[in-house]
């Protein structure tokens, strides 16, 4: 299994990122998929997820009507399209998978790093 | 939301020794709670899930136990890599919460 994020950077306050994560390694129709960010030197803090057809999503209150989490499934990738951004949104941003079903996390990227800065 | 409270904040270990370390929900998430291990500079890594299972290539000395609201995650005896910090989750509602972690250092 490997989960390979980017988009990460230094954007400034009020701006855009989007972030990917190329799936491999597993059947990725089967499974959930999730971003989950740690602030420096904080923990661990999940922010989204889609399910395996795309439908539904769910998000954190503290990025609700900010980020769109969605898939394609023909490329294997899920994306994190963050607006409004703010420095408490400054984190590496990881992205996980998710068995369908009521489960973990069972694979974890090596995250991105999102720093909202002037 | 339900809140995820782990206790110590940070142990401290002789290798060899026995690691106890404790997670609470304020309400009841059944058996659904998972323990990841971090290592600095790495991302977690699933340990344990449905409160007590090993995930794949865990070694035996990590147990987990509880259901509820009451969790428990043993490491039988420390190795040197398993000086780490250690979060439970609990994946029963949403939103999915984690605890604040335990760092388990070397004594």
């Known amino acids: 299994v490997q989960l390979l994020e980017s988009g990460g950077g230094l954007v400034q306050p009020g701006g855009s990122l989007r972030l990917s994560c190329a799936a491999s390694g597993f059947t990725f129709t089967t499974c959930a998929m999730s971003w989950v960010r740690q602030a420096p030197g904080k923990g661990l803090e999940w922010v989204s997820i889609i399910s395996a057809s795309g439908s539904p999503t769910f998000y954190a209150d503290s990025v609700r009507g900010r980020f769109t989490i969605s898939r394609d499934n023909s490329k294997d990738t899920v994306f994190l399209q963050m607006n409004s951004l703010r420095a408490e949104d400054t984190a590496i941003y990881y992205c996980t998978k998710r068995t369908v079903g009521t489960n973990p996390f069972d694979s974890w990227g090596q995250g991105t790093l999102v720093t909202v800065s002037s | 939301e339900i809140v995820m409270t782990q206790s110590p904040a940070t142990l401290s270990v002789s290798p060899g020794e026995r690691a106890t370390l404790s997670c609470r929900a304020t309400?009841?998430?059944?058996?659904?709670l998972a323990w990841y291990q971090q290592k600095p500079g790495q991302a977690p890594r699933l340990l344990i899930y449905g409160a007590s299972t090993r995930a794949t290539d865990i070694p035996a000395r990590f147990s987990g136990s509880g259901s509820g609201t009451e969790f428990t995650l043993t490491i039988s005896s420390l190795q040197s890599e398993d000086f780490a910090v250690y979060y439970c989750q609990q994946y029963n509602k949403w939103p999915l919460t984690f605890g604040g972690g335990t760092r388990v250092e070397i004594k």
């Open positions: 309400q009841s998430v059944s058996s659904d």
